[in-house]
DNA sequence: CGAGCAACCTGCATGC
DNA sequence: TGCATGCAGGTTGCTC
């Protein structure tokens, strides 16, 4: 699921109650997620006050003052904020209950999600240390995509979805941001003008913004910590549109895989240069 | 080095 | 109805 703009909404959802609170404790029902939840956790944080929350890509991290819970979504992850004693649904697998008497609950159907402790600065652990650019940040400018495209030879939808060069766009925005700026997903990365990469620097603001606006895309699993559903799905214009009219030219959408990820794309509006 | 792809999991839609 | 297949917002860590 969750890209950006869906741990982006967590983020802004959770960190009003959690902020500057002190965690009681913490349940781990079931450790087997991507990696195995470390045995000491609780030990590790209990009595502990969160001091700063953040999102670095589509990791979330919250601080206390002796290291960071490092959290990632996976495909089907959700962390929501709930009273104390609510009743445990299926693949509950994590809670961080608080003095004040709510909790932090992860909710993962198919676990690809990572929930990690480190004494490190966070952006010094293993799987942060090497996260590209923040596409949301002033980083991510036309200057820079320009220095970092020249280098690279691989289809344009690979090149974003590498977090190596850019830091949380996944498969739904990077096809519609590429169909926003009317890019072929093949189109070589180092191939791409600077007036043509000015455009998708664009977009890709543009969608990840207007995404976060509508409180994420829910395709199946995604909630935010109230438990709804982001609404951007709706604006979807190319993700899951195979054969569907373009909204420009009517061509019919055409899908097919790079990499193992579907990829959708006007062959119209989206023309190999 | 990079590119390609199997693997990690559950759930759901589809087709025979 | 049942069973097999394939696919899903991600990413690491193999092989070549």
Same mark, same amino acid.
């Given at each position: 699921?969750? #890209?950006? !703009? *869906?741990?982006?909404?967590? =983020?802004?959802?959770?960190?009003?109650?959690? +902020?500057?609170? $002190?965690? &009681?404790?913490?349940?781990?029902?079931?450790?087997?997620?991507?990696?195995?939840?470390?045995?000491?956790?609780?030990?590790?944080?209990?009595?502990?006050?969160?001091?700063?929350?953040?999102?670095?890509?589509?990791?979330?991290?919250?601080?206390?003052?002796?290291?960071?819970?490092?959290?990632?979504?996976?495909?089907?992850?959700?962390?929501?904020?709930?009273?104390?004693?609510?009743?445990?649904?299926?693949?509950?697998?994590?809670?961080?209950?608080?003095?004040?008497?709510?909790?932090?609950?992860?909710?993962?159907?198919?676990?690809?999600?990572?929930?990690?402790?480190?004494? #490190?600065? !966070? *952006?010094?652990?293993?799987? =942060?240390?090497?996260?590209?650019?923040?596409? +949301?940040?002033? $980083?991510? &400018?036309?200057?820079?995509?320009?220095?970092?495209?020249?280098?690279?030879?691989?289809?344009?939808?690979?090149?974003?979805?590498?977090?190596?060069?850019?830091?949380?766009?996944?498969?739904?925005?990077?096809?519609?941001?590429?169909?926003?700026?009317?890019?072929?997903?093949?189109?070589?990365?180092?191939?791409?003008?600077?007036?043509?990469?000015?455009?998708?620097?664009?977009?890709?603001?543009?969608?990840?913004?207007?995404?976060?606006?509508?409180?994420?895309?829910?395709?199946?699993?995604?909630?935010?910590?109230?438990?709804?559903?982001?609404?951007?799905?709706?604006?979807?214009?190319?993700?899951?549109?195979?054969?569907?009219?373009?909204?420009?030219?009517?061509?019919?959408?055409?899908?097919?895989?790079?990499?193992?990820?579907?990829?959708?794309?006007?062959?119209?509006?989206?023309?190999?240069?």
């Amino acid at each position: 699921m969750p #890209e950006l !703009p *869906e741990v982006e909404i967590t =983020l802004r959802g959770i960190e009003p109650y959690i +902020l500057h609170q $002190k965690i &009681s404790n913490v349940i781990v029902r079931n450790h087997k997620l991507r990696w195995p939840v470390q045995n000491d956790i609780n030990q590790q944080v209990n009595g502990k006050n969160i001091c700063k929350t953040q999102r670095i890509g589509k990791y979330l991290v919250l601080k206390v003052e002796t290291g960071s819970i490092i959290i990632h979504l996976g495909m089907s992850g959700s962390l929501r904020v709930l009273k104390n004693n609510t009743p445990i649904k299926k693949h509950d697998h994590i809670d961080i209950e608080f003095a004040n008497n709510i909790i932090l609950r992860l909710n993962d159907p198919r676990r690809f999600g990572a929930f990690l402790w480190t004494t #490190e600065e !966070p *952006e010094q652990h293993k799987l =942060l240390k090497n996260l590209g650019i923040e596409p +949301l940040s002033n $980083k991510f &400018s036309a200057k820079n995509l320009a220095q970092l495209t020249k280098k690279s030879k691989s289809p344009i939808k690979t090149f974003l979805m590498n977090s190596k060069n850019i830091a949380g766009v996944g498969n739904i925005y990077a096809n519609e941001a590429l169909f926003d700026s009317k890019i072929n997903p093949n189109q070589p990365t180092n191939s791409i003008p600077e007036n043509r990469l000015n455009s998708l620097l664009k977009s890709i603001k543009k969608v990840l913004r207007q995404s976060i606006k509508q409180g994420g895309t829910t395709l199946k699993d995604f909630v935010n910590s109230d438990g709804k559903k982001g609404y951007f799905q709706v604006y979807l214009k190319i993700y899951g549109k195979k054969n569907k009219p373009c909204v420009y030219c009517k061509t019919p959408i055409e899908e097919n895989r790079m990499g193992q990820r579907s990829t959708f794309y006007c062959p119209n509006c989206q023309k190999l240069f």
